[in-house]
């Protein structure tokens, strides 16, 4: 019970706030598209994730907003919404190239 307590905290918490509000970008995301499959669920999380913790500071700087734990957030929401496009790109040329190989 500790462990989830625990675990809670640090989703809670400032740093954790950021991957939390990444990966529910992710998710919004993939709720707006055609896709249904469980599997582009999980990679619109994953590429939220990776794209908010890392792009928050962009996105931050591109709206002119100062640095607070509230910008920082929603900073990394869109961040993660946005990771989500960024994500489909790449699996699109990963597909086009697998393809061109096949096909040679």
Not at 11 to 30: F, I, Y
Not at 49 to 70: C, F, Q, R
Not at 83 to 92: E, K, T
């Amino acid at each position: 019970m500790e462990r989830i307590v625990l675990g809670c905290g640090a989703v809670l918490s400032e740093g954790g706030g950021t991957l939390l509000a990444s990966a529910l970008g992710g998710l919004t995301r993939w709720i707006a598209t055609d896709r249904r499959h469980l599997r582009d669920a999980g990679m619109a999380v994953a590429g939220g994730v990776l794209a908010g913790h890392y792009l928050w500071p962009i996105i931050l700087w591109t709206l002119g907003m100062t640095e607070s734990p509230h910008s920082m957030t929603m900073a990394a929401f869109v961040a993660g919404t946005l990771g989500m496009s960024g994500v489909r790109l790449i699996v699109a040329l990963v597909e086009t190239r697998a393809r061109r190989m096949g096909d040679a």
